[in-house]
């Protein structure tokens, strides 16, 4: 078969059925079918899937359990299908420190109706998740290292960092920013594709492991160095005004740019062409082409460019599609992104 093969897991027989047969549309062979976790185990076991889409909730055993099981005994690519909700939003992300690869959401209302509405977009995501390591990346090093110890007076003055990332991208922008130096003093904004409800649960994890205080952005709120803005899952971000150090930001509910919404794209653009002090953009992980542009503008603008290498990505996606622009000035493991990011406003200091 062509096409990558998969277990649905989900407790609702009419949300398996759905998910089956949108992913047999697609060309995703669809070899078992689970109505709780411990049925999942059994069938990835038993058949050896590529990939498997996971509910949250489940009897018996449900998709944060499951998911440990899976990777301790046969690790294999995991997609969480997960509901709308504040609290599913915490158990997905559960999810993913057990070793799911990425989540999707459920639709509310008329479920076949949204389902048969998002189908391409399950299916892209099923057919990227599935290309994964599950072993994935080594840990990363101690932030001991060179990220840790420069002066601050080695830094540029006001640098603006803008990270742009997708699928596989919530733990890479983690481990980028829990060894990001605040002495570095940047204004950092990240846009995660990450739907409304998600972002700010999403903040709320990086600013409990990073030494920046993170938080979701918010419709013309103004940042200085030492914070970071997570783009809110419903709206674009956009750079508006920088002056004395300090961006304002701007929350817009245009249509999507590269079908997703926030875009990087959209971010990089402005922020390149409003800020007039040392930017850094940086792409990591992902699927599709968003980010490709907007690294274009910051390089044109006289800013440095940055992006994950495909040995680290869970998705070499976006990254391949910025190198691709020729625009991208160096290309690094996850763990050796923090010293680019550093050299890169600091060349001073480089050997």
Excluded at 79 to 100: C, I, K, P, Q, R
Excluded at 180 to 209: C, W, Y
Excluded at 307 to 336: F, H, W
Aim: proline share 6%; charged share 25%.
């Amino acid at each position: 078969m062509s096409g990558p093969r998969a277990v649905v897991a989900d407790d609702s027989h009419f949300m398996r059925t759905v998910i089956s047969d949108n992913l047999e549309d697609g060309g995703v062979s669809v070899v078992a079918e689970a109505k709780n976790g411990r049925e999942a185990v059994a069938a990835v076991l038993e058949e050896e899937p590529d990939v498997v889409t996971m509910d949250v909730e489940m009897p018996e055993m449900n998709g944060i359990e499951a998911v440990a099981e899976i990777m301790a005994k046969r690790p294999t690519p995991i997609l969480m299908l997960s509901a709308h909700t504040d609290e599913n939003a915490d158990v997905t992300f559960e999810a993913l420190d057990a070793g799911a690869v990425d989540f999707f959401t459920k639709p509310g209302g008329e479920v076949s109706m949204e389902m048969g509405r998002l189908e391409d977009q399950l299916v892209e995501m099923v057919r990227s998740v599935a290309a994964v390591d599950p072993e994935g990346p080594v840990e990363p090093r101690s932030a001991s290292g060179a990220t840790a110890t420069r002066p601050a007076a080695a830094y540029a003055e006001n640098p603006t960092l803008v990270i742009g990332s997708s699928t596989g991208g919530p733990k890479m922008v983690e481990r980028l920013l829990a060894e990001l130096p605040v002495a570095a003093d940047f204004r950092v904004l990240v846009v995660q594709h990450m739907p409304e409800g998600f972002t700010n649960r999403f903040a709320s994890r990086i600013d409990t492991k990073s030494d920046y205080d993170v938080r979701e952005a918010t419709d013309g709120e103004r940042i200085g160095g030492g914070e970071v803005l997570i783009a809110a899952g419903h709206s674009h971000l956009v750079v508006t005004d920088y002056r004395a150090g300090r961006l304002r930001v701007a929350l817009e509910a245009s249509p999507p740019v590269n079908s997703v919404r926030p875009s990087v794209d959209v971010t990089m653009e402005s922020a390149a062409t409003v800020v007039d002090e040392p930017i850094v953009g940086v792409i990591l992980t992902g699927m599709g082409e968003d980010g490709a542009t907007g690294i274009r503008k910051i390089k044109g603008a006289g800013g440095r460019t940055i992006a994950q290498d495909e040995a680290t990505s869970a998705v070499y996606g976006m990254p391949k599609r910025a190198v691709e622009t020729g625009c991208v000035d160096v290309e690094r493991p996850i763990d050796e992104i923090p010293t680019a990011i550093l050299e890169a406003i600091a060349p001073e200091v480089t050997e």
